[in-house]
C-alpha cells in the first residue's frame, strides 16, 4: 500500500522569496516520487521525478526536490518565486504495483507581487 | 507534438443523461488512464488500461464505464450522470517499459457539470 500527504493545501510567498512545499510518502517498498504541476485549465504536467541514484533531483523552471529516505520525505523548493509558478502542485508516488501513481490532494501556490 | 487530447473540454449536461467522454493519443503509449479530480481531493483513479483487451477498475468506479476501441483512444462513459459526478477528469498514458516508474502524461481534462 501507498499513501501520499501534502501539508498545507494552501501555501502563501512573495515574488522572490523561497517556495517550499511538502510531501511525505508511505510506500511497502522502494518508491518513486513525482512532483507534478497544473496550470489554471490545464493538465498536470511532469516538474520532476526520483527513480533510483542521487537524491537531489532538479526540474523544470528552477525547482528541486530531495528525497530523504529516513524522513519518508520528498519536499519540493524552489529559492525564488515568480508570479509564473502560481498552480496547484502534485506530489505522487509509485512502486510495488506496476501501474498505480497515488496522488496527494495538491497545494495550492499563490504568488503575491 | 505527441499528445494527449480530449473530447469535449466543457459539458454541461442533466441528471440521467448519458454521456461519453473521448481521449485520443498519439504518443504510442500502450497504458492508458482516467481520473477524476475534486478540490481538495486530488486526483482519484477511475479505471485503468494495460491494453485494448486488457481493463481494470480503479478506486471509483461504480457509475462509470469505459471503452478501448483502439491503442489510442480510451472513452468513459457515465451511464446515468448524477450531480455529484460534476469533476474536472483527465485521461492519461504511460509506457510499460517504464515499469514501476509510470511516469504519466496527462491530457488537458474535461469539466463536467451535471445539473
Known amino acids: 500500500a501507498q499513501s501520499v500527504t501534502q501539508l498545507g493545501s494552501h501555501v502563501s510567498v512573495s515574488e522572490g522569496a523561497l517556495v517550499l512545499l511538502r510531501c511525505n510518502y508511505s510506500?511497502?517498498?522502494?518508491?518513486?516520487l513525482f512532483w507534478y504541476v497544473q496550470y489554471p485549465n490545464q493538465g498536470l504536467q511532469l516538474l520532476l521525478k526520483?527513480?533510483?541514484?542521487?537524491?537531489l533531483v532538479k526540474g523544470i523552471n528552477g525547482f528541486e526536490a530531495e528525497f530523504k529516505k529516513s524522513e519518508t520525505s520528498f519536499h519540493l523548493t524552489k529559492p525564488s518565486a515568480h508570479m509564473s509558478d502560481a498552480a496547484e502542485y502534485f506530489c505522487?508516488?509509485?512502486?510495488?504495483?506496476?501501474?498505480?501513481?497515488?496522488f496527494g490532494k495538491g497545494t495550492l501556490l499563490t504568488v503575491n507581487p | 507534438d505527441a499528445d494527449v487530447t480530449q473530447t469535449p473540454r466543457n459539458r454541461i449536461t442533466k441528471t440521467g443523461k448519458r454521456i461519453m467522454l473521448e481521449c485520443s493519443q498519439t504518443?504510442?503509449?500502450?497504458?492508458m488512464y482516467w481520473y477524476r479530480q475534486d478540490p481538495g481531493l486530488g486526483l482519484r483513479l477511475i479505471y485503468y488500461?494495460?491494453?485494448?483487451?486488457?481493463?481494470n477498475k480503479g478506486e471509483i468506479s461504480d457509475g462509470y464505464s469505459v471503452s478501448r476501441q483502439a491503442q489510442a483512444k480510451f472513452s468513459l462513459s457515465l451511464e446515468s450522470a448524477i450531480p455529484n459526478q460534476t469533476a474536472l477528469y483527465f485521461c492519461?498514458?504511460?509506457?510499460?517499459?517504464?515499469?514501476?516508474?509510470?511516469?504519466?502524461?496527462f491530457g488537458p481534462g474535461t469539466r463536467l457539470t451535471v445539473l
Open positions: 504518443k504510442g503509449h500502450d497504458r
Open positions: 492519461a498514458t504511460s509506457r510499460s517499459d517504464r515499469g514501476i516508474y509510470n511516469e504519466q502524461f
Open positions: 526520483y527513480t533510483t541514484g542521487a537524491t
Open positions: 488500461s494495460f491494453d485494448v483487451k486488457d481493463i
Open positions: 510506500s511497502s517498498v522502494p518508491p518513486y
Open positions: 505522487a508516488v509509485s512502486g510495488g504495483s506496476n501501474y498505480k501513481l497515488t
